[in-house]
């Protein structure tokens, strides 16, 4: 084997969370660096994302993606650097998208370490704006809202790593009018800045009151949920008749033992002709060289910009979680890992 430590470290789950995660449910183990096999690789981390699926995750229900198993090490998207291959398709120094973060050291197969292409976009653009959460944003605006030119959307969460990229995009394709919403002023005048046209905090006020004032006459055509709950309860209100929803995340819920307390107005969906429609990115994966293509253009031309918040240090990763889901972040959270 090269020269690298025999042993690396990962955040191991100690303790399944009931409603917000604290420290104690998180392990930072020390665990023997493995060999790779036969078509495998040893990738070392640089980086790692945190993601609000991640604490669905954590609790012992069938979903669309196992529930983490404890005292194991939590998994999800991370960029490293091949440091030992025994893969026909990688070499030594290759920087690989894979999805075993939440370690130092990871052993994989070959198939599933793709090798980026830095010269395109910086590596971490991996991870958000041209990885999972770009196509998650493009997809869930065009196919399942069906954007439109003309259309007027309205997008949640909109200054994190999703929602940022809502509002740019449906610029691009011709938007009417975008409207977002966030947690703080700060991130308000971040999306006026971005080109979102209206942008409220939705701690400011009833999110309806603010959204019908936002949308003004026009209405919505397009919500983007990114929290469910009262945004989603706003939505519906505000619609127009036809109106479509994206149903993209419920953030709103996800740390909360408490039963939801809306929408509670869904017969709205009746009269108005509405559309409502979950997604899973992943069920969407063909079109990721049309996203890939589109965006690289809009990063090239300016059209779209993406921020990322940097939190350093693989023992910092379960408190940079907890504070994704507190908003502490602009764009797209991520862990730099350092060994
Ligand atoms: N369906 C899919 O395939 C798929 C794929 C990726 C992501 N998602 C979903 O998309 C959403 C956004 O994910 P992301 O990765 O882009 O995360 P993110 O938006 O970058 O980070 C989460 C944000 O949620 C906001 N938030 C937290 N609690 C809230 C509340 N009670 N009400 C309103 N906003 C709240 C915070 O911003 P504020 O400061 O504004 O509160 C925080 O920054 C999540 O719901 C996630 O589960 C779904």
């Known amino acids: 084997m090269s020269d690298y430590p025999k042993t690396g470290r990962e955040i191991q789950l100690a303790a399944r969370p009931e409603g917000w995660p604290a420290g104690e449910n998180f392990r930072l183990a020390e665990v023997p660096v493995r060999e790779p096999g036969d078509g495998q690789v040893l990738v070392r981390n640089l980086y790692m994302s945190v993601d609000p699926y991640m604490r669905g995750r954590m609790n012992d229900v069938k979903s669309y993606v196992p529930p983490f198993q404890l005292d194991a090490p939590l998994d999800g998207g991370a960029i490293g650097e091949v440091v030992e291959s025994r893969s026909d398709r990688h070499k030594a120094g290759d920087l690989v998208l894979h999805s075993l973060g939440w370690r130092d050291y990871a052993v994989l197969d070959g198939k599933r370490a793709r090798i980026i292409d830095t010269a395109l976009a910086p590596a971490t653009a991996y991870l958000g704006v041209l990885g999972m959460t770009g196509l998650t944003a493009y997809a869930g605006l065009t196919k ?50 971005l080109g979102f046209d209206e942008a409220f905090n939705y701690h400011d006020g009833p999110v309806k009151e603010q959204l019908k004032k936002a949308a003004g006459a026009d209405g919505i055509d397009v919500y983007f949920d990114n929290v469910g709950g009262e945004h989603l309860e706003a939505a519906i209100s505000v619609l127009n008749k036809y109106g479509r929803i994206a149903m993209c995340g419920a953030i709103s819920q996800y740390n909360t033992t408490d039963a939801p307390t809306g929408p509670r107005n869904l017969a709205l969906a009746i009269g108005k002709e509405l559309t409502l429609r979950g997604f899973i990115v992943g069920s969407y994966n063909e079109y990721a060289d049309e996203f890939a293509g589109l965006m690289s253009g809009w990063l090239r031309d300016g059209a779209v910009s993406y921020d990322e918040t940097f939190v350093e240090g ?25 060994n």
């Open 314 to 338: 693989l023992e910092n990763a379960p408190q940079a979680f907890i504070d994704l889901m507190k908003g502490a972040n602009k764009g797209k959270m991520i862990v730099t890992l350092q």
């Open 144 to 193: 399942v809202a069906e954007f439109k030119e003309g259309d007027v959307v309205f997008v949640s969460g909109a200054a994190g790593a999703v929602g940022s990229l809502v509002g740019q995009i449906a610029k691009a394709l011709g938007a009417r009018k975008v409207i977002g919403s966030a947690g703080s002023a700060e991130k308000v005048q971040r999306l006026l800045d």
